[in-house]
């Protein structure tokens, strides 16, 4: 038995498109059904649906964050699908490659999915709140504080908040274009006792399981477990996206979060969530940032980036220092104050992220200059540091 699982009251589930689509490429409504039966099972306190059980006692180490009532659950599922759903109804042979096709299958797919698990969980009693967000959602900091209000206001009220990406209106070079990312990163924000991943494959294995000889890795506790494993793609059905690749990123973001995964099929997800040793565990890493830290190093995209000279990267990573305009020999890209931008080395290397205090095009002005010599000569605005030690996150 996997003690975090069972002590979890808090939880995030996040299933593929490949576990809710037929063969034929449309909504596999029996499935969606069968996912809200075993959902709405663990929300009544077991995972069969057959009422409460007696409740256990909170996770280890869960002091610090907000937890749920002992006697309560809360549940966010993360549903992909929204595409591979709206296929079929657009007589779409298969998932396209274009944008524009993409964004109308999930227009029509995402009502169709969010109508079948809202009737699924109706069935138990339970209300489900469409949630769908873009990548600015989860990584802007005025953002995902709504974001948040939004999903903890669902909570409080006793919904099941379901989250996908807003695909219809992300364009591709601010998408996550896959949820595992997006769940792992939603588990962060509403601090989460447990992720689960389900997908068409019941583990990871260490290599492409459709391949003879590979076995399940039942646990990994670090990047040790990881080393000779083959993380491929996706799979057969062609309907996902990131295969393991992004589910073992996902996995990183989480359990550096604290927060443990459990990755296993849709079809294992009763034994999953009972706490049985099925599927793949990855265990928390222990250190835990603070959350806003967490946010800039993994979430955000930066807009820029400020090149250093020797002595400002000495000053930023070695002493965790504010970095200040005489420390910057060049920038790039088109950002304005309060964006994250990447601190950059003489080889061009990211050593750190941080939020900026300044417009991009102020900043060329003010190279190489003391922040005295700026204020006497600008103004006291001008002496403030480039990026704050505070909203700084190291990269090295
Ligand atoms: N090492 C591995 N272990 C398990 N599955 C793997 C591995 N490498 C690649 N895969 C493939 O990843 C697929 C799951 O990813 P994907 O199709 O994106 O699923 P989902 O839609 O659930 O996100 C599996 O079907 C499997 O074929
Ligand atoms: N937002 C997209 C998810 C993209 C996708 O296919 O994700 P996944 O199946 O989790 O690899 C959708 O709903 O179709």
């Known amino acids: 038995m996997r003690e975090a699982v069972n002590a979890a009251r808090r939880i995030v589930v996040k299933v593929g498109s490949s576990s809710l689509t037929t063969a034929a490429g449309g909504l596999d409504t029996e499935r969606v059904d069968a996912l809200a039966d075993v959902l709405a099972g663990w929300l009544a306190g077991g995972t069969t649906g057959a009422g409460p059980t007696e409740a256990a006692p909170p996770p280890a180490g869960s002091g610090r964050r907000r937890a749920a009532p002992a006697d309560r659950r809360e549940l966010v599922l993360v549903s992909s699908g929204a595409i591979a759903a709206g296929l079929a109804p657009l007589g779409l042979p298969r998932r396209p490659r274009d944008l524009a096709t993409q964004q109308a299958a999930a227009s029509v797919g995402q009502g169709l999915l969010i109508g079948r698990y809202s009737a699924g969980l109706a069935r138990h009693g339970r209300t489900v709140g469409q949630v769908l967000l873009t990548v600015d959602d989860v990584t802007r900091r005025a953002h995902y504080r709504n974001a948040y209000r939004t999903l903890r206001k669902l909570l409080d009220l006793g919904a099941v908040p379901i989250v996908n990406e807003n695909d219809t209106v992300a364009t591709d070079e601010i998408r996550f274009g896959d949820n595992d990312r997006l769940a792992a990163l939603v588990a962060a924000l509403v601090h989460a006792d447990l992720l689960v991943l389900l997908s068409d494959v019941d583990a990871l294995y260490t290599g492409d399981p459709a391949r003879p000889g590979t076995v399940r890795i039942e646990d990994v506790h670090d990047e040790r477990d990881l080393a000779h494993v083959a993380i491929g793609r996706t799979g057969r059905a062609g309907v ?123 900043l060329p002005g003010l190279l190489g200059r003391s922040t005295s010599e700026l204020a006497a000569a600008l103004g006291p605005a001008y002496e403030r540091e480039v990026v704050h030690r505070d909203d700084l996150v190291l990269l090295v």
Do not use: C
């Open 240 to 362: 996902g996206t990131g295969g393991m690749v992004t589910k073992v990123e996902a996995a990183r973001i989480a359990t550096g979060f604290g927060i443990p995964v459990v990755l296993t099929s849709a079809s294992l997800a009763p034994e999953a969530l009972a706490g049985m040793e099925v599927g793949t565990f990855f265990h928390r890493v222990r250190q835990r940032p603070t959350a806003r830290l967490f946010w800039l190093a993994h979430a955000t995209s930066p807009r820029g980036r400020l090149h250093l000279d020797p002595g400002a990267v000495a000053a930023v990573v070695g002493r965790r220092k504010s970095l200040l305009p005489a420390g910057i020999t060049a920038v790039d890209g088109t950002f304005t104050a309060g964006d994250p931008v990447d601190l950059v080395d003489a080889a061009g290397a990211a050593v750190a992220r941080g939020l900026v205090n300044y417009d991009a095009v102020e």
